[in-house]
């Protein structure tokens, strides 16, 4: 599987970021797909998932914030992240759920 994330960068807090997520070696549309984050000194953390139906869900941190959703022609996963705060600064990471080989992630910073 590969895994390419991109859209991060440096942002305001209270300002908005797209993450986008090209996956390619898998068949995609079937699988739960996941973004995580990885906070500086943090373990890596599951924050949003969708299934192949388009349900999502949020860890309680990003739920009204974020938004998570898929494109299966594109074989693309995104995320649509507003109100950004500095506690959200970290790497994030696209995999399919419970996915042990993991890409680059895109690298988000958030000002106060």
């Known amino acids: 599987v590969q895994l390419q994330a991109s859209g991060g960068g440096l942002v305001q807090a209270g300002g908005s970021l797209r993450l986008s997520c090209k996956v390619s070696?898998?068949?995609?549309?079937?699988?739960?797909m996941a973004w995580y984050r990885q906070a500086p000194g943090m373990p890596r953390e599951l924050i949003a998932q969708i299934t192949s139906g388009h349900s999502t869900n949020y860890t309680d941190s990003v739920k009204g914030r974020f938004t998570i959703s898929r494109d299966n022609v594109r074989r693309t996963v995104f995320l649509q992240m507003n109100d950004l705060k500095p506690e959200d600064t970290g790497v994030y990471y696209c995999n399919k759920l419970g996915g042990t080989t993991w890409g680059r992630g895109t690298l988000v910073t958030v000002s106060s």
């Open positions: 070696g898998i068949n995609f549309r079937i699988f739960l």
